[in-house]
T-cell receptor
Framework: DVKVTQSSRYLVKRTGEKVFLECVQD?????MFWYRQDPGLGLRLIYF???????EKGDIPEGYSVSREKKERFSLILESASTNQTSMYLC???????????????FGPGTRLTVL | KQEVTQIPAALSVPEGENLVLNCSFT??????LQWFRQDPGKGLTSLLL?????REQTSGRLNASLDKSSGRSTLYIAASQPGDSATYLC??????????FGQGTRLTINP
């Protein structure tokens, strides 16, 4: 079974802190994604990566950056956390190529981040 | 820009009923459409994936259909159970690797 793990289930940070959210997948997937989920707004893509050290902006990248130094690990960074970044953050991975067309994205359990 | 809409936003039915969840999308040029389930405070679990060339997929009591030309999909749940209570999300893949999600239907099955 594909497994996507996220470093924390719940996280509480102060405004202005630098925050790291970590995601690890064990299926050698090329693609990895970070979403945030908010009531009434659904899931929105923040960033995705299609290879090591490669990244592309999603729909709402402002205030976030990412890092992918190893294939299995994709980090989301909040350089200076703000209260409007309080949200549920979901990581996902998927294979590339033909398998990527026929296969789904596999999601982690999510990190509920509260910024005070 | 692809937009995905799910109706209704919430649905409450008695146990044992058959029910249909609806999903519509604005751009018919899609690779596939997927239905996910999300339990409160948890991640998403893939239920069914329909390729653009397919009309439907079935898994147990679940059946998903796709009408690409009209931009619609339905998720049919037969003989609903309290354990089916969750939020159901529809997502389409219409380019690159990205998925576009609807806002979900929150389903409650009453014993």
């Amino acid at each position: 079974d594909v497994k996507v793990t996220q470093s924390s289930r719940y996280l509480v940070k102060r405004t202005g802190e630098k925050v790291f959210l970590e995601c690890v997948q064990d299926m050698d997937h090329e693609n990895m994604f970070w979403y945030r989920q908010d009531p009434g707004l659904g899931l929105r893509l923040i960033y995705f990566s299609y290879d090591v050290k490669m990244k592309e902006k999603g729909d709402i990248p402002e205030g976030y950056s990412v890092s992918r130094e190893k294939k299995e690990r994709f980090s989301l960074i909040l350089e200076s956390a703000s209260t409007n970044q309080t949200s549920m953050y979901l990581c996902a991975s998927s294979p590339d190529g033909l398998a990527g067309v026929t296969d789904t994205q596999y999601f982690g359990p999510g990190t509920r981040l509260t910024v005070l | 820009k692809q937009e995905v809409t799910q109706i209704p936003a919430a649905l409450s039915v008695p146990e044992g009923e058959n029910l249909v969840l609806n999903c519509s999308f604005t751009d018919s040029a899609i690779y596939n459409l997927q239905w996910f389930r999300q339990d409160p405070g948890k991640g998403l679990t893939s239920l069914l994936l329909i390729q653009s060339s397919q009309r439907e997929q079935t898994s147990g009591r679940l059946n998903a259909s796709l009408d690409k030309s009209s931009g619609r999909s339905t998720l049919y749940i037969a003989a609903s159970q309290p354990g089916d209570s969750a939020t159901y999300l529809c997502a389409v893949r219409s380019g690159a690797q990205k998925l576009v999600f609807g806002q979900g239907t929150r389903l409650t099955i009453n014993p």
